[in-house]
């Protein structure tokens, strides 16, 4: 499991428990805990049935959660999330709520940008700087690196891939064409040098955490970019970043991501400029525009008058 005592918002006294006691928690005590990690701002405005209904569950698995934690029920719950609310609230709670109490105003560019600010300063507030300079610092020495995101994630993995690539030896995007057999044929050589980095927010795709657990039995280093530590993707990760998801329509908004893997692009060519250097470059070229026809054949020159132009 990744270490992420450090992180801004999950170093709590009662992150620590719930991460502590996740894995061997009942089902129904394990969708609380789930949500609360997931959702540690809008926890904390929720009264016992509220949570209860948000998480699927009932008051009972609330208050034993609670109790599996050291706290005394929901009303010492309560009392350890407000704790951890940081006088923060979430953008995306907010906006949802004025779109239920009036739908027919709609979603406006205002309220996107209010959103994607939000998120991005939760994105410093759920990670720390070195677990950030770790990761890059891992992909920029990996002698491979292998990038996996499928669905809402893939065009993200193609993206990080892509960036990748002028700064490591050998940068793939292993979830193209032909879904998760293809995908496993392409990371199918990884091995104790290389990397794979992993993508994956709400829902969470299982052929990713597939990948990702044949990668760490193969003994190469994984990390992953996932929405909270009670992502299945933590348990098999080296490290993790978190991205805050949340979009009031969309299934989840990429801002936070798009963010996160541009900062780790950039730390990356801080790191590793010289895997660009002594590659030849294509030479500057500017057309010679005196030797270009003035129209294309067939083409009636721009200023030409087309037919009947002057009949007007």
């Given at each position: 499991?990744?270490?992420?005592d450090s992180t ?131 992909l920029a020495r ?170 007007r």
């Open positions: 499991m990744a270490p992420i801004k918002v999950y170093d709590s006294e009662l992150m620590r428990a719930l991460r502590g006691k996740h894995e061997e928690l009942r089902p129904a005590l394990k969708k609380v805990s789930t949500f609360l990690q997931a959702n540690p701002y809008r926890s904390a405005t929720l009264n016992i049935e509220e949570l209860a209904g948000a998480t699927g569950t009932s008051t009972a698995a609330v208050n034993r959660l609670a109790n599996a934690i050291g706290l005394n029920g929901f009303t010492g719950l309560r009392f350890a999330l407000m704790e951890n609310l940081l006088a923060v609230v979430s953008a995306a709670d907010v906006i949802e709520s004025r779109l239920k109490q009036a739908p027919e105003t709609g979603f406006d560019l205002e309220q996107q940008i209010s959103l994607s600010k939000h998120h991005l300063d939760n994105v410093t507030r759920m990670n720390d700087n070195q677990t950030f300079e770790e990761m890059a610092l891992r990996s002698q491979n690196v292998f990038v996996v995101g499928f669905g809402n994630s893939f065009h993200i993995a193609a993206m990080a891939a892509a960036g990748l690539s002028p700064f490591c030896a050998g940068a793939h995007c292993v979830t193209l064409d032909g879904g998760l057999e293809g995908s496993a044929y392409r990371l199918s050589g990884i091995t104790r040098n290389d990397t794979l980095l992993a993508i994956a927010l709400p829902a969470y795709t299982r052929d990713t955490i597939r990948l990702a657990e044949y990668a760490k039995s193969r003994e190469a280093c994984v990390l992953s970019v996932t929405d909270c530590p009670a992502s299945p993707l933590v348990q098999v990760s080296t490290l993790s970043l978190f991205i805050p998801p949340h979009h009031p329509v969309l299934p989840n908004s990429k801002v936070g991501l798009m963010a996160a893997m541009e900062a780790l692009l950039a730390q990356v060519q801080l790191i590793k400029p010289a895997a660009n250097e002594g590659r030849p470059s294509l030479p500057d070229w500017e057309p010679d525009r005196g030797s270009l026809p003035p129209s294309l054949p067939g083409l009636p020159r721009s200023n030409t008058p087309r037919k009947n132009d002057d009949a």
